[in-house]
């Protein structure tokens, strides 16, 4: 078995489409308006993003709440050539971070934190 794709069910179809494609700068090699579906081309393992509604239709959750606060569920990692470059970017577009490029020295990596349009934990990577 073979990881494809992640796809992450959204809220705002549009405002995560251009989150990713404008701040992330990700490449859409796939974009379904009328679906609400787009793919992100970015290397061997692909991003998707869907809206939730769609998604909840498909699997008959429709009548589920959506509401409530939780701690993240899971993490999108990114290899950068330059985490603190990579961050300054990302702030200069309005991206808000969720903390500044910091050393862990338990990973020996250099990482920075920001979230997508639905709450999303991303991380920028760089092996120190």
Known sequence: MKLLQIRLLVNDFKKSVEFYKDSLGLPISWLENEME???FDNG??????LSR????EI???EKKSLE????????????VEDVDKTYDDLHEKGV???????DRKEWSARVAHFRDP???????YKML
Request: some cysteine; aromatic content about 8%.
């Open 37 to 39: 579906y787009a793919l």
């Open 44 to 49: 061997e393992t692909k991003i998707e993003l």
């Open 53 to 56: 509604e769609t998604m909840a």
């Open 59 to 61: 699997v008959g959750e």
């Open 68 to 79: 409530g606060e939780a701690q993240s569920k899971f993490l999108l990692q990114f290899k």
């Open 96 to 102: 808000k971070c969720e903390n500044k490029p910091h």
């Open 118 to 124: 639905d709450h999303n934990l991303i991380e920028i």
